[in-house]
């Protein structure tokens, strides 16, 4: 009886995370989220997630933030090399010569003249440009070395919790044949009991392991859906209902 009463205690608390969160999660949504909405658990299940190397590092907010500041020093340092390129046009000059001086004949050209000129422009404050091309280039190397550190971060974080999913699903393997093994022992000391061949306390004991098993699987099944939707969450693949 303390063993079903444990394992209906821990049935509510699991209910309250559900219900917690919830509420948590409407706080950040427009529409009020209905019990049909929060997605049922069935706990017997063990689903996989995408490994760490499946996901898109780019898309978790702490590394697209950084990324976004990137991807604007650079549009800035492009704009500012432009600057710095030196003007180069082309002007072109025609002239006659050779012409009658006298008003009647002055359409006679004898030999036409063409002069062709490249003409280089260079940028007036070209000092000042240059030391902030510099500073651009400082703050491009830390925005760069800032979203290396945050993808290798959150990477880190993935790895430590994707490897918890192998071993756990390990423990509940385990954790399943016990309480295969604790029912076929409750079966022989019931056999046993009704011959009367072993006391009733053994009996009692044996289906009191039996339960303990079961109450152990439980809860490592819960931990199994814990990590798996706080490895979404950290992933950022953790979907709300209706979304895409």
């Known amino acids: 009886e303390d063993t079903l009463r444990l394992l209906i205690q821990q049935h509510y608390q699991y209910e309250s995370l559900l219900d917690s969160k919830r509420h948590f999660i409407n706080t950040y949504v427009n529409e009020q989220l209905s019990e049909s909405d929060i997605p049922s658990y069935d706990l017997e299940s063990l689903p996989l997630p995408l490994s760490p190397d499946q996901i898109e590092l780019t898309n978790l907010p702490s590394v697209a933030q950084q990324a976004l500041v990137l991807k604007q020093v650079d549009h800035q340092r492009k704009a500012t090399e432009t600057r710095l390129r030196p003007q180069v046009d082309m002007q072109i000059g025609a002239g006659l010569s050779g012409a009658d001086s006298e008003w009647s004949d002055s359409f006679g050209i004898s030999a036409p003249e063409l002069s062709v000129q490249w003409v280089y422009h260079r940028q007036a404050k070209q000092a000042s440009t240059l030391a902030e091309m510099g500073i651009l280039t400082a703050k491009h190397s830390q925005a760069k070395a800032q979203m290396d550190s945050q993808a290798q971060d959150a990477l880190a974080i993935l790895n430590s919790l994707y490897v918890q999913f192998d071993w756990l699903s390990k423990l509940i393997t385990l954790q399943r044949a016990q309480i295969s093994a604790s029912q076929n022992t409750v079966q022989e000391e019931k056999t046993r009991y009704f011959q009367g061949r072993t006391p009733l306390t053994n009996l009692i004991q044996a289906q009191d392991s039996e339960q303990q098993a079961k109450l152990n699987l439980l809860l490592s099944q819960i931990q ?21």
Do not use: D, E, V
């Open 224 to 244: 199994y859906h814990r990590l798996y939707n706080q490895y979404q969450a950290a992933s950022h693949t953790l979907a709300l209902p209706g979304g895409s």
